[in-house]
Structures are given as C-alpha cells and as structure tokens.
C-alpha cells in the first residue's frame, strides 16, 4: 500500500495550489482519503476528507477556499487550494482512513500516510 503526495512549491498569498495523492496497493474506491497538515512543532490536523460515497468535510480554516475530490479511475485524491495565506504553509499529507467513529478528522483512525508535500506561502 503505498499514497504519494506531490504539488507542493512556493505560492505568493492569494496565491492556488493543487495536490495530487496517487493510491497502489488497495481498492481505492472502497476507502476514504484524507489530506491533513503539519507544521514544525504542531500537531499534525486535518484538511479534508473525501469519502468513497462523495461526501466531502473540510477544516473551519479551510472551507470555501479548498476543494477535495478523487478520481476513483486514477486512483487519485486531489487537493485544490485557492486564495492560500501563509498560514496555509506546512507539510501536507494524504493518508487513507482505515476506522470510523467520532469527528472525521481523528488521527488515529488514518494510515498509510504519503510521504507529504511542502507548501509555503509568501506574504
């Protein structure tokens, strides 16, 4: 099972971004995937989330300027990220949710994290 992340660089404010998170090894339309962020001495928090059945769930921080969506055919989670603030910079990560209960964003409940990709954002 293997998720790669990739898109990241180096945006000006207002900026957009797109990530792409490229699944193998696993039914990819069978499961959820979701993109969190870390940044150096933070807890690692979520982004988004697109499930197998279309929902979509988004970070507060977030709504209204990222948009998930995956092409199930690619195997393929993306991540647009428009209107980017540099509080938007961190290392993303895709990660596939493997259990459920509680919020959507829960930790534990991911795995097979990607490797992440480093967005900065210039003010």
């Known amino acids: 099972v293997q998720l790669q992340a990739s898109g990241g660089g180096l945006v000006q404010a207002g900026g957009s971004l797109r990530l792409s998170c490229v699944a193998s090894?696993?039914?990819?339309?069978?499961?959820?995937i979701g993109w969190f962020r870390q940044t150096p001495g933070k807890k690692r928090e979520g982004v988004a989330l697109?499930?197998?059945?279309?929902?979509?769930y988004y970070a507060d921080a977030v709504k209204g300027r990222f948009t998930i969506s995956r092409d199930n055919g690619k195997a393929t989670a993306y991540l647009e990220m428009t209107n980017l603030k540099p509080e938007d910079t961190a290392v993303y990560y895709c990660a596939r949710r493997l259990r459920y209960g509680g919020t959507w964003d829960h930790l534990l409940h991911y795995g097979d994290w990607g490797q992440g990709t480093l967005v900065t954002v210039s003010s």
């Open positions: 697109a499930s197998h059945t279309g929902g979509t």
């Open positions: 090894g696993f039914q990819f339309d069978g499961f959820a």
